[in-house]
Structures are given as structure tokens and as C-alpha cells.
């Protein structure tokens, strides 16, 4: 894809070969590829793109109708409203890709879209996502794809602000495109837990001020206060999100501290809290020696 904006679409033309040089390529299928092209020009991902850490291809299905009308849909079988997408124009936009690790179609049965898949996603090479307007792909379309994905149990009028959550989620956990590499592991999620509070200048605003912790300069009170603040929004805002979290047996304490009960600590699968420690007994001293000895 070029520079220009809005991205051209990718080429009609069959393409058999492999994925270029990008550590992972997006292909998105698509009939409004102009809703898909500002989140690949700009910000991280268009800078991503340019040192060629990743690349973003958007297929117009419309170029695979097979017809003068560039027609991709039809009327459902058996009646109803709405249009179908044809799997046909589907196959021959899948067709003119190179192989792809994972072909993709959004769905509200699909699997729920979280950052765990993110993670698994970004190992890959090639990804291949279909996005369905109208009454969505004709039912066969599922024997062309390898999973299904959600984002949520509400409706949109498409598939094309599913696929640019996917791409952001998952463009970001490629090697080299967050500046600092440590940046997403703290993020939301990818520790398990909702993130903590981040404030900066200035210090003072309408009455609200910056926790003293993190002004103070100790880095170790600073990481304790934020696994603290971290627990204790996931506790109120998302308990969900604690059933399997990777715990420690002080977070076990914290939370016990918060006002969770042992019944939801055994449910989450939080470790006991650490044994107190056991103060050594003074050794008695030696008895003296007996005289003459």
C-alpha cells in the first residue's frame, strides 16, 4: 500500500505468494475500504507501517463481483429484509491474498474478542479479516474461515469498526511499534486487572490533588500503591476479571483488605496469603562451667 490518502485498495490481481517483509500483515476484505484507510495512515499504526513493522491491505470485494455492476449481494433464500454478501465474491477476494494464518469473519456469534486473542493474534503473520455490511455473509462463508470473532453483544450497521479495534489491539503488541516495549504489559488486561489511576501536571486542579506517593520519588511505594489502586477498581468496577488473574498472595491480603470475602478469594483462585513470619527463639545461653571443670 502506498502512502497516498485515503490507502488505494489492493490490486485485483491474484497473488499467490506470500506476505511481504512486515512482521504482520492485515488484510481487511471490505466494501467501504475508505472507513478502513485513516487507521492505517495515521499515528502508531502509520508510522509502524513506514518502518515496515507491520502492513495494512484493504481489498474492495466490489472488485470481485464478476459483474459490470460490481453487484456483491442478493436477496435471501426464503424471503426477508436486507441483502446477502455472496460467498462466491468472497472466495475470489480470499483468492487473490497470499495464504494467511488466520481468516477471520466478525460476528456476534463469534468467539468474545479479548486481549488474550489480541496476544495470540500478534504472533502471527498474515491475518485476513472479512467485514459484512447489510445482513451480513451468506451462511457457506464459514467453511472459508478459521475462527469467528465478537466484540460485543450489541449491533452495528458493519463490520468495518470491529476490524479497526482488532487492528489497534493487535498492531500495538508487535515487536517494535509502542515506543517503550514495557508499555502495554501495564496496560489494562494484559495483567489481568482493570490498569491504576495516571495523573500528571498539573500537581493541583479545582481542589484535586496528585496521590503524595507518586511525587515522592520511591518507586518501590509507587509500584505497591499502583498493584493496590489496580485491585481495588477491577474489585469494584469488573470482579469478573479476578476469576483466574494471575494473583499474588499479597494481592490476596490487599483484597481481603478491600472487603472481599474467602468465598469470592477461593472463587477467583487467590493463593493463601503469605504465612507471618516466626520470630526466632533467643538461644539460651550456655550454662557455666563447672568449677574445677
Same mark, same amino acid.
Given at each position: 500500500m502506498t502512502d497516498a490518502h485515503p490507502l488505494p485498495d489492493a490490486t485485483?490481481?491474484?497473488?499467490?505468494?506470500?506476505?511481504?517483509?512486515?512482521g504482520l500483515t492485515f488484510s481487511f476484505l471490505t466494501l467501504f475500504p475508505e472507513l478502513l484507510a485513516p487507521f492505517a495512515a495515521e499515528a502508531i499504526v502509520g508510522k509502524a507501517r513506514e518502518r515496515g513493522l507491520l502492513d495494512v491491505r484493504l481489498v474492495n470485494m466490489r472488485d470481485?463481483?464478476?459483474?459490470?455492476?460490481?453487484?456483491?449481494?442478493?436477496?435471501?433464500?426464503g424471503g426477508g429484509a436486507g441483502m446477502v454478501i455472496r460467498v462466491d465474491v468472497a472466495e475470489r477476494a480470499l483468492a487473490s491474498l497470499p495464504a494467511a494464518d488466520?481468516?477471520?469473519?466478525?460476528?456476534?456469534? &463469534? *468467539?468474545?474478542?479479548?486481549?488474550?486473542?489480541?496476544?495470540?493474534?500478534?504472533e502471527r503473520r498474515h491475518l485476513v479479516f472479512l467485514c459484512g455490511r447489510y445482513e451480513g455473509f451468506d451462511a457457506r462463508t464459514e467453511g472459508l474461515v478459521t475462527r469467528e470473532l465478537s466484540i460485543g453483544d450489541f449491533v452495528m450497521m458493519g463490520g468495518e469498526a470491529a476490524a479497526a479495534c482488532v487492528l489497534e489491539a493487535v498492531a500495538r503488541?508487535?515487536?517494535?511499534?509502542?515506543?517503550?516495549?514495557?508499555?502495554?504489559?501495564?496496560?489494562?488486561?494484559?495483567?489481568g486487572l482493570l490498569d491504576y489511576p495516571e495523573y500528571t501536571r498539573p500537581p493541583e486542579w479545582r481542589g484535586q490533588s496528585v496521590p503524595d506517593v507518586l511525587r515522592g520519588g520511591n518507586h518501590g511505594a509507587v509500584a505497591a500503591w499502583r498493584r &493496590? *489502586?489496580?485491585?481495588?477498581r477491577t474489585l469494584a468496577r469488573r470482579p469478573d476479571l479476578l476469576v483466574g488473574a494471575p494473583l499474588t498472595p499479597a494481592d490476596t491480603v490487599t483484597l481481603g483488605e478491600l472487603g472481599a470475602t474467602p468465598e469470592q478469594l477461593q472463587e477467583w483462585g487467590a493463593?493463601?496469603?503469605p504465612r507471618p513470619k516466626r520470630r526466632k527463639r533467643p538461644r539460651p545461653a550456655d550454662p557455666d562451667p563447672s568449677p574445677g571443670s
Open positions: 485485483a490481481e491474484a497473488d499467490t505468494g506470500t506476505p511481504d517483509a512486515a470481485f463481483a464478476g459483474n459490470r455492476h460490481h453487484k456483491v449481494d442478493d436477496t435471501p433464500y488466520e481468516v477471520i469473519l466478525f460476528s456476534p456469534a &463469534g *468467539q468474545p474478542f479479548t486481549q488474550a486473542v489480541a496476544e495470540e493474534l500478534a503488541l508487535v515487536p517494535g511499534v509502542l515506543g517503550d516495549p514495557e508499555s502495554h504489559q501495564a496496560d489494562s488486561f494484559s495483567s &493496590g *489502586q489496580a485491585l481495588a493463593p493463601p496469603p
